[in-house]
């Protein structure tokens, strides 16, 4: 990136606003999709071709929160890239990566239960758990070919004693850029609404009362995959669109260069708000938060040493033979006296 390509505003209010959000998506989405992990790692039982996109999709959410803390420090000192060339590139890149691989398996998610709803008998529910990790290969591969283009140039932008890091400019389209930002939108919610319609028709045309808590359950999944989709990933499509439609008026204009770096946030936000998706597909994740909660919620009891828990004990555990050794001896005892009475 040239300098002079990028815009730098001055006191403008993103270097203010973006740290407090980005910390909280951070610690959220970092602490749900690592619990996720461990639900998936530990306590799944069972792993169907289902499960593995939902893995995968929570590693990719882990993923990118790894790099939303060099994304903190870069706005909270101001935009001022603190690394060098190559971290930016590195940086850069896993955020498209995770951010597209986050869409990519959302939808695949989405695209699966339409299978399993609307055609429960189609060929596609019948693939084994090797056939689907293959797809997750190739979808992973699809994905980090369409971002690699972003550790390919440098996007330093040096003005004055201010270095910014940035993956658009402020000045024109951004090419190639742009077209997987807005492919990686449209196509998917196109994908993802129709499955969501399908699936919600068909469930209305089955009558049948066995199959209502069915119906709730796959509606309200569908819902929520549809609702984190365009909660997250419209605001900064429609305000990157807005500025490409309104160029070169809005060159540099601070109230969309704010709405753009805003916006854009709001897409680590899909990273936070996934595990309601993992808790909504399967019955396994409310068990396994349950558990979680019921162990978090249950008291500690202090340590005692061995000394106070022995004298708490019963005696016919701390010492059975003793106790049998004596009752003998107190059985002989009395039956002596008895002897003596009747003499």
């Not at 990566?97 to 339409?114: C, E, P, Q």
């Not at 984190?228 to 060159?251: D, G, K």
């Not at 000394?307 to 002596?336: D, F, H, V, W, Y």
């Amino acid at each position: 990136m040239h300098n002079g390509s990028c815009c730098l505003l001055q006191g403008d209010p993103i270097s203010q606003v973006m740290p407090p959000m980005l910390i909280l998506f951070f610690v959220l989405g970092a602490l749900g999709n690592g619990i996720a992990l461990c639900g998936f790692c530990f306590y799944m039982k069972t792993w169907k071709p289902s499960t593995i996109y939902l893995f995968n999709l929570a590693v990719a959410d882990f993923l990118l929160m790894v790099c939303l803390p060099f994304r903190t420090d870069y706005y909270r000192r101001g935009r001022q890239w603190a690394f060098e060339d190559i971290p930016c590139r590195v940086v850069l890149f896993m955020l498209a990566m995770n951010r597209a691989g986050s869409i990519v398996f959302l939808t695949v998610v989405a695209v699966d239960r339409y299978f399993k709803v609307v055609h429960p008998y189609h060929m596609v529910n019948a693939i084994s758990n090797r056939t689907a990790a293959g797809i997750v290969c190739a979808l992973w591969t699809m994905v980090i070919l369409g971002t690699l283009y972003l550790l390919t140039e440098s996007h330093l932008c040096r003005q004055e004693d201010t270095v910014s890091c940035e993956s658009f400019i402020m000045e024109s389209a951004n090419g190639w850029h742009d077209i997987m930002f807005q492919l990686e939108f449209f196509l998917p919610l196109g994908i993802i609404l129709f499955c969501s319609f399908k699936i919600v028709w068909s469930l209305r045309q089955r009558q049948q009362l066995a199959r209502q808590a069915r119906m709730r359950k796959a509606t309200r999944f569908i819902m929520v995959v549809a609702a984190v989709f365009i909660t997250c990933y419209l605001p900064s499509v429609s305000a990157r669109l807005y500025f490409l439609c309104t160029v070169p008026s809005s060159v540099c204009d601070p109230s969309v260069h704010v709405a753009l770096h805003v916006t854009l946030s709001f897409t680590y936000m899909n990273s936070m708000l996934d595990p309601l998706v993992y808790y909504f597909s399967s019955p396994s994740f409310p068990k396994f938060y349950t558990k979680l909660k019921i162990r978090s919620l249950r008291p500690k009891r202090p340590g005692r040493s061995k000394t106070q828990r022995q004298e708490e004990m019963p005696i016919s555990n701390l010492c059975p033979r003793s106790c049998a050794s004596l009752a003998s001896s107190l059985q002989s005892q009395q039956g002596a006296s008895w002897d003596l009475q009747r003499r």
